[in-house]
């Protein structure tokens, strides 16, 4: 009798042991899941304020074209180089 039990007492802490693994395992896989998606948003928030950067270059790049233009077109009327100019 007294076998029998230790036997099913031994199998019974085996299968709690078990249990117990699965469930670090898959507590461990949620852990890396959310570190995982937290990298994630920084890198996509790193890009996003990049691109906006570059838009933002863009425009004043532009801007300055055009204002370029105009000054040139100005000069080639007047042939002068006041830089007071208000359109």
């Given at each position: ?21 699965k ?18 948003d920084?890198f ?10 570059y838009v ?14 105009f ?12 830089m007071?100019?208000?359109?």
């Open positions: 009798m007294v076998e029998r039990f230790r036997k099913h007492f031994t199998r019974l802490l085996r299968q709690r042991d078990l249990i117990t693994r469930l670090y395992l898959v507590i461990s896989m949620f852990v890396v899941i959310v570190f995982c998606l937290l990298a994630l920084r996509q928030a790193q890009v996003l304020d990049a691109v906006r950067a933002a270059g863009e425009g004043f790049w532009s801007k300055g074209q055009k204002d370029a233009v000054h040139l077109e100005h000069y080639g009327e007047t042939l002068t180089t006041n007071e100019i208000t359109r």
